[in-house]
């Protein structure tokens, strides 16, 4: 991971610490649903604890071929999170 400065790492990190917090679940649980947010802070904390990034297609899979949500939801989810700055978490 690569940062032109401290800020925007501090920037990343305090996006990935609100991600996994009970506050994002209870931002956006009414629009996606528990399950699926749910899922989403587990996928993140794997990668956390693994020291892996995630590819943004695998995560599409996950969310499409196991738990069975539609490709619109999932893009509407990733614009409404802004996925891009996730990265380099989430490739």
Known sequence: MYYNDS?????????????LDSSFLEK?????????????????LKALSDRKPIKKESLTNFFKKKLKYSPEQI?????????NLYHPLIL
């Open 7 to 19: 800020k925007d790492f501090i920037d990343f990190i305090d996006i990935v610490n609100f991600t």
């Open 28 to 44: 956006w649980r009414y629009k996606y649903s528990e399950k699926f947010i749910t899922s989403f802070q587990m996928r993140l």
């Open 75 to 83: 893009n509407n989810f990733y614009e409404s999170i802004d996925i």
